[in-house]
C-alpha cells in the first residue's frame, strides 16, 4: 500500500478478494444496464493481463480504475468513484497512478498509448479525461445498451500517447 502525503488516502492494487465491493460501488456509479457484477469483476481479476488500483480513503474504497494491457497498449476498463468522492481530484489520482504503476513494473509492462471508451453524454468524464491528454479518436454509435424505449448511447473512444516524458500531477 502506498500512503498519500497529507491526506488519510492509501492506494493498493486491486486483487480478487475486491470483486464484491467493486460491484457494489460500480452499481452506485452507473445505470443497472453499465454496472457490472461481482463475478464479472473476479473473471477479469483473474486475467494476468488486467490490473487495477484502489483508493482506500477513511478504510473504505472511495474508487478504482481496473485496466487491461496487451504489448504496448493499454485500455482502461472501467473507473469508478463513489459519487459522494466526486471533484476531489479522485479520478486524476487514480488514472495517473494507474499509469505510473505501469511503467514502474518493467519494460514489459510499459504502455505507448492507453484506450477508453466513454458514454458522450458523460461530460464530467470526458472533460477529466481531457485533462489529462486523452483525445477523442472515434466514436461508436450505439455503443451502450439504454433502457427500453431509449436509443442507445454512443461511445467516445479517447486515446493518450504515453511515448512522450510523464508528468504525473497528484492532487493535494
Keep these: 500500500m502506498l500512503p498519500l502525503p497529507n491526506r488519510l488516502l492509501t492506494l493498493r492494487e486491486l486483487n480478487i478478494a475486491d470483486a464484491a465491493w467493486m460491484a457494489l460501488l460500480h452499481k452506485e456509479c452507473f445505470t443497472p444496464l453499465q454496472c ?20 482506500i480513503t477513511k478504510d ?3 474508487g478504482f480504475i481496473l485496466a487491461s494491457h496487451v504489448a504496448d497498449e493499454g485500455e482502461i476498463l472501467t473507473l469508478a468513484v463513489h459519487p459522494t468522492q466526486h471533484r476531489k481530484g479522485y479520478g486524476t ?24 471508451d ?6 464530467g468524464a470526458i472533460a477529466l479525461y481531457r485533462s489529462l ?19 442507445n448511447m454512443a461511445a467516445l473512444v479517447m486515446q493518450k500517447k504515453l511515448n ?3 508528468h504525473i500531477h497528484i492532487p493535494n
Excluded at 133 to 151: H, L, N, S, T
Design 164 to 166: 512522450e516524458p510523464q
Design 93 to 116: 489520482l487514480l488514472v495517473n497512478s494507474l499509469i505510473e504503476t505501469r511503467q514502474k513494473h518493467g519494460p514489459e509492462h510499459h504502455i505507448q498509448k492507453l484506450f477508453l
Design 60 to 62: 473504505e474504497p472511495a
Design 118 to 123: 466513454v458514454m458522450e453524454n458523460n461530460h
Design 133 to 151: 491528454g486523452f483525445e477523442v479518436i472515434a466514436k461508436r454509435e450505439g455503443y451502450y445498451q439504454m433502457p427500453a424505449g431509449k436509443k
Design 36 to 55: 457490472w457484477t461481482a463475478e464479472s469483476f473476479h473473471s477479469l481479476l483473474l486475467q494476468p493481463s488486467n490490473a487495477g488500483i484502489v483508493l
